[in-house]
């Protein structure tokens, strides 16, 4: 990642398998296109870029919505406690998944689809361009995805004049594909991964019942947060291509190799107190929601053990989601002990 010259982003938002021609047609026809923009691009248009998005991610920006996010978490746990006294509930369903599109909405100034509509065009993107869907499983992605892509257009249009991130890129001279392209996998990251990151952490926690007791009384999430992400984070990998032929660690790749990064899972002893900051990318393509995320997680895990500290997991271990470059648990289910000291 700090190899720039020699490494490159081209292929980071390559899907993992060839899309079969019956699932580009669909795509064709809603005109998706995913020109280079941020994420896969590089160079000064790259650099200016990625400055106008930033501003929508200072820090001050960030500290500023702990508020809402308490807010929000404490709203979707007052909704899963009176469920909790008929059974066992699904906290990645309940919590996880609501309070990351509003907090992510309200930052950059779009308007939120349905939001099961919005999950299922995310997490449908994410297997199609992470995942190993076969030629039988790729046209109802696609199609999932050209709906997706078609929303965004209508956002792009209606965000001309507003300082909105979408109005503040229109100003600077970015054609509406490139807007939609930024915004179709900024959408989903602004969202999709923080909620798989807050469903690791509820379940990582859980699995202790003392970590969640202390959370309970009040403890800090910060540090069960930090070892999720360098352990196993939403966004355990990423790929580059190398742009000429080079040595790396000792293994000389040709020009055009694809490489897999491992960010997350396998840190050695001498990592350091920061290795969780790596689940985040590094250099130029820095996640530019890193310190969001997090804070996000940390708030989230913090308010619900607050507000159901007697919760304990419930059931076989969940099944997981596993892409090539996300995962997380699926379900986290956890019932009511009412008498638990």
């Known amino acids: 990642m700090r190899r720039t010259e020699d490494f490159l982003p081209t292929n980071a938002l390559t899907a993992v398998v060839p899309l079969a021609p019956a699932a580009l047609r669909i795509l064709s026809r809603a005109r998706f296109a995913l020109p280079p923009v941020l994420a896969s691009a590089t160079g000064e248009a790259h650099l200016r870029v990625r400055r106008l998005v930033a501003g929508f ?12 996010v308490r807010e929000l978490a404490a709203k979707r746990c007052a909704e899963a406690a009176p469920a909790l006294r008929n059974g066992p509930v699904d906290l990645a369903d309940m919590v996880a ?9 309200e930052l950059i100034g779009i308007g939120l689809p349905d939001l099961d509509t919005l999950k299922r065009w995310s997490r449908d993107s ?33 965000a001309r004049g507003t300082d909105t991130l979408f109005g503040v890129l ?12 930024l915004g179709y996998f900024l959408v989903i990251a602004g969202q999709e991964t923080t909620a798989q990151l807050i469903a690791t952490a509820f ?20 540090d069960l947060v930090r070892r999720v992400l360098a352990t196993e984070s939403s966004v355990h990998t990423w790929r580059r291509a190398a742009a000429r032929a080079t040595e790396l660690g000792g293994t000389v790749l040709p020009a055009g190799a694809e490489i897999v990064l491992e960010l997350s899972g396998h840190h050695g002893p001498d990592a350091g107190a920061t290795a969780y900051s790596l689940a985040f990318g590094h250099g130029l ?18 308010e619900t053990a607050r507000a159901l500290p007697q919760v304990r997991l419930d059931g076989p271990d969940p099944a997981w989601l596993r892409l090539l470059s996300f995962q997380s648990p699926r379900t986290v289910l956890v019932r009511q002990e009412p008498d638990l000291p």
């Open 126 to 158: 994410l297997e199609l361009f992470w995942g190993w869907p076969d030629a039988d499983r790729q046209p109802a992605l696609a199609a999932s995805a050209a709906e997706f892509y078609t929303w965004l257009r209508c956002e792009v249009a209606a």
């Open 285 to 302: 393509h820095r996640c530019l929601g890193a310190k969001l995320a997090e804070l996000e997680t940390v708030l989230v895990l913090e």
């Open 170 to 181: 229109d100003r600077a001279g970015l054609k509406p594909a490139e807007i939609c392209s």
């Open 57 to 68: 991610f200072t820090p001050a920006k960030v500290a500023a919505v702990t508020p809402r």
């Open 203 to 222: 379940y990582r926690t859980l699995q202790h019942p003392d970590r969640w007791r202390l959370l309970a009384a009040g403890g800090s999430g910060r």
């Open 97 to 105: 998944k609501h309070v990351p599109p509003v907090v992510m909405a």
